[in-house]
T-cell receptor, first 118, second 114 residues
């Protein structure tokens, strides 16, 4: 398909385990965002990539969270030593990006990975 | 910190009724977007409003952006069961290294009963 895909769709981890969540953005999209969505809440920004450069990681909740996009396409969000409070849906979104800073852009979201830490 | 407050958090209505969802911000965003999200899926963009006082219509949905660009509303006329879902407003931050970053409200869960 032509949309954003994420894998796995569901992940159950025992507390203390490391997890890696994958995002395949739409081909050619420059910008990639990760968001965390708690049950019944709106998504919260985690981090932003422009191509392979991580330009904003201000939303990462702790140093246990790490994201990369080494070739400017696929991205991986890694959570080390998972805790129960990490249980949430992790959403990835991509967009074309724009040189015009005042131009609204459309982010296309993947279906998310639901992480449950037991 | 920029915050978006959405109200109501839950809305349960009968088919055919009208409803309004409100989104209020503590500060000005470069633009504001409304999304709809269904269970097991990511949010899908409904509309982007940019100009203060702007009104956009999408079939039975009407979106307004306040004159001061700090508040917005979504009005649905004659709601249908297919409108059921989570409605999210999001402020768009442009400029610098956070271009396109979205700040979401907490969402409104709408249930339309047949």
């Amino acid at each position: 398909g032509a949309g954003v895909s994420q894998s796995p769709r569901y992940k159950v981890a025992k507390r203390g385990q490391d997890v890696a969540l994958r995002c395949d953005p739409i081909s050619g999209h420059v910008s990639l965002f990760w968001y965390q969505q708690a049950l019944g809440q709106g998504p919260e920004f985690l981090t932003y990539f422009q191509n392979e450069a991580q330009l904003d990681k201000s939303g990462l909740p702790s140093d246990r969270f790490f994201a990369e996009r080494p070739e400017g396409s696929v991205s991986t969000l890694k959570i080390q030593r998972t805790q129960q409070e990490d249980s949430a849906v992790y959403l990835c979104a991509s967009s074309l990006g724009s040189r015009f800073l005042d131009r609204p852009i459309t982010q296309y979201f993947g279906p998310g990975t639901r992480l449950t830490v037991t | 910190t920029q915050l978006l407050e959405q109200s109501p958090q839950f809305l349960s209505i009968q088919e055919g009724e009208n409803l309004t969802v409100y989104c209020n911000s503590s500060s000005v965003f470069s633009s504001l977007q409304w999304y709809r999200q269904e269970p097991g899926e990511g949010p899908v963009l409904l509309v982007t409003v940019v100009t203060g006082g702007e009104v956009k219509k999408l079939k039975r949905l009407t979106f307004q952006f306040g004159d001061a660009r700090k508040d917005s509303s979504l009005h649905i006329t004659a709601a249908q069961p297919g409108d059921t879902g989570l409605y999210l407003c999001a402020g768009v931050t442009s400029g610098g290294t956070s271009y396109g970053k979205l700040t979401f409200g907490q969402g409104t869960i709408l249930t339309v009963h047949p």
